[in-house]
């Protein structure tokens, strides 16, 4: 039996969260365009979508809204922990390590199947712990969360201490609604792998976490911003992708395993951040950068259908609202969150623990190397 590199084109479950068109360049979430919810709907809306597969009537939209916000508080146990980590942790080391935590603190090992509102929780700290330790890391006062802001404009206030700009709150909504649930991406996979053992909530988002801490998955966007700066200016464009690809390096924000078009989370982005950045040159710059990038990935690369990926816009509208680098991988996580926790709910319905195979190729005793 040959061994499928990456367990690229294997169907590992059946869904109903999303549809990945790879060759259409298409993205579904439960009967919607997923474009089209990232330019008219909030975090939340997609969120309960997502978890419970249809949007919200207006009075359900309230009720949550209200709950929701009484959820993003830290109990004291894990700002306990939080306060004995290094200032100068990683931000996805100390998510790990919070959720783990969480873990410890609600019993959820005792949880099978799984508790929705523990899920909601897990979900709704997650920018407050991310908030709590950028400003103890920058020497700030952490501040609670404001019940009166949505999901994301309280995310920004949490950091800044300032309620933030309308269109800042669209843009950031917009990359994380784009970038909440992507079918059986390499992070969503370990959790489900990991919950299929009948093991905890906490178990499988840090092995969520865990897959998504790794540079080829959600630490692009960062990688994005340093070769733009790297780049510099037009001119120097095609000179430094050209030595990159010489090199065997690879271009960050660009190839997709499923796209082998354009990815449409890309081309939103790149659509809504036209509204923010006319006149930013950096973002005139990221425009020029895909078009010479996509050209000699072409020519490097002939035949690999290597296109523009979400990862490279969203550099674009993290650094347009001013979010540190350090942040960038963080806010990916506190919206594929959802898309992570409704894939557990859905693999607790119909669950079979993952068991793939392996070939040997090692060596055999002498005594079996005759078996035919
Ligand atoms: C996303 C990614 C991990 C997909 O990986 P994959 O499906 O395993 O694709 P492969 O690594 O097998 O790539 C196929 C070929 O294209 C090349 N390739 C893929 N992405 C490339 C990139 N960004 N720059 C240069 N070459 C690339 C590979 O080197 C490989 O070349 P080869 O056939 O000569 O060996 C990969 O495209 C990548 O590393 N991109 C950069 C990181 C990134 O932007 N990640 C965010 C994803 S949303």
């Known amino acids: ?175 994380l609604i784009l970038a909440m649930e992507h079918g059986m991406n390499a992070s969503t996979f370990a959790g489900r792998v990991v919950l299929s053992t009948q093991s905890d909530l906490a178990s499988a988002l840090c092995a969520s976490i865990g897959a998504m801490k790794g540079p080829l998955h959600g630490g692009a966007p960062s990688e994005v911003l340093h070769m733009l700066d790297a780049i510099g200016n037009k001119e120097n464009a095609e000179s430094w992708l050209r030595e990159e690809l010489k090199a065997g390096r690879k271009l960050m924000g660009f190839g997709h395993r499923i796209y082998k078009t354009n990815d449409p ?46 990862e490279f816009y969203a550099a674009a509208v993290m650094r347009a609202i001013a979010l540190p680098t350090s942040l960038f991988t963080p806010s990916f996580t506190l919206s594929r969150m959802v898309g992570w926790t409704a894939h557990l709910l859905e693999q607790t319905s119909c669950n079979r623990i993952f068991r793939p195979q392996s070939v040997y190729i090692g060596a055999l005793p002498v005594s079996l190397r005759n078996r035919s």
């Not at 950096?282 to 002939?302: C, G, R």
């Open 265 to 310: 989370r890309a081309e939103a982005l790149r659509h809504l951040m036209t509204e923010l950045a006319a006149e930013d040159p950096w973002f005139d710059l990221a425009i020029h950068v895909e078009k010479v990038a996509v050209e000699l990935l072409n020519e490097y690369k002939p035949g690999r259908k290597l296109y523009v990926n979400v």
């Open 1 to 175: 039996m040959a061994s499928v590199t990456g367990l690229d084109g294997i169907v590992a479950a059946e869904t109903e969260l999303s549809l990945v068109d790879g060759k259409n360049g298409v993205l579904v979430y439960r009967g919607y365009e997923a474009k089209e919810l990232a330019l008219h709907n909030s975090f939340e809306e997609v969120a309960y979508l997502l978890w419970h597969g249809e949007l919200p009537s207006t009075e359900a939209l309230n009720a949550s809204r209200k709950h929701w916000a009484e959820q993003r508080r830290l109990p004291a146990e894990l700002k306990a922990v939080l306060n004995l980590l290094p200032l100068e942790s990683d931000v996805m080391s100390v998510l790990r390590t919070a959720t783990s935590v969480l873990g410890t603190i609600s019993h959820q090992e005792a949880e099978w199947p799984l508790d929705f509102e523990r899920i909601l929780a897990n979900t709704l700290m997650l920018p407050t712990i991310i908030a709590y330790h950028y400003r103890r890391s920058q020497g700030l006062t952490p501040i609670e969360p404001d019940p009166q802001l949505d999901h994301v404009a309280n995310y920004l206030y949490m950091l800044t201490g300032t309620v933030p700009q309308q269109i800042h709150v669209k843009v950031l909504t917009a990359y």
